[in-house]
């Protein structure tokens, strides 16, 4: 079970208020940053987020946004191109925001990895 959702049940079992519940959405989303980045562009053109141009002269140009996730909407974070410079961005965003931690959790995914 995610943390997350461990945190919620754990409240809601010893009985809770909602303030306390929003208390500590609005924390968890405060404390937990995701970065990610796509392969294609397609997606970010076909959900409006990018124009069709843009998408295929981004193509052309193997450009890479580096992605966010606040207050519940994608922002984009920096551009590079090529996938190498997609992942080492993503490495350093990992070095220099992040603090080494024992309770430090870290996911890694890849969307075509079984």
Same mark, same amino acid.
């Given at each position: 079970?995610?943390?997350? +959702?461990? /945190?919620l049940q754990?409240r809601l079992?010893?009985?809770?208020?909602?303030?306390?519940?929003?208390?500590?959405?609005?924390?968890?989303?405060?404390?937990?940053?995701?970065?990610?980045?796509?392969?294609? $562009?397609?997606?970010?053109? @076909?959900?409006?987020?990018?124009? @069709?141009? #843009?998408?295929?002269? /981004?193509?052309? $140009?193997?450009?890479?946004?580096?992605?966010?996730?606040?207050? /519940?909407?994608?922002?984009?974070?920096?551009?590079?191109?090529?996938?190498?410079?997609a992942f080492?961005?993503?490495?350093?965003?990992?070095?220099?925001?992040?603090?080494?931690?024992?309770?430090?959790?870290? /996911?890694?995914?890849? +969307?075509? #990895?079984?």
């Amino acid at each position: 079970m995610r943390p997350v +959702a461990r /945190g919620l049940q754990h409240r809601l079992q010893r009985g809770t208020t909602d303030e306390e519940i929003d208390a500590f959405v609005e924390e968890y989303a405060r404390s937990h940053h995701l970065l990610f980045t796509v392969n294609t $562009l397609e997606y970010l053109a @076909k959900g409006g987020r990018i124009g @069709k141009a #843009a998408a295929f002269a /981004g193509t052309l $140009l193997q450009v890479k946004p580096i992605l966010s996730i606040r207050d /519940g909407e994608v922002e984009p974070v920096k551009r590079v191109r090529g996938d190498r410079k997609a992942f080492a961005e993503l490495a350093t965003a990992l070095e220099t925001e992040t603090e080494d931690e024992p309770e430090y959790r870290l /996911g890694v995914a890849h +969307a075509a #990895a079984p």
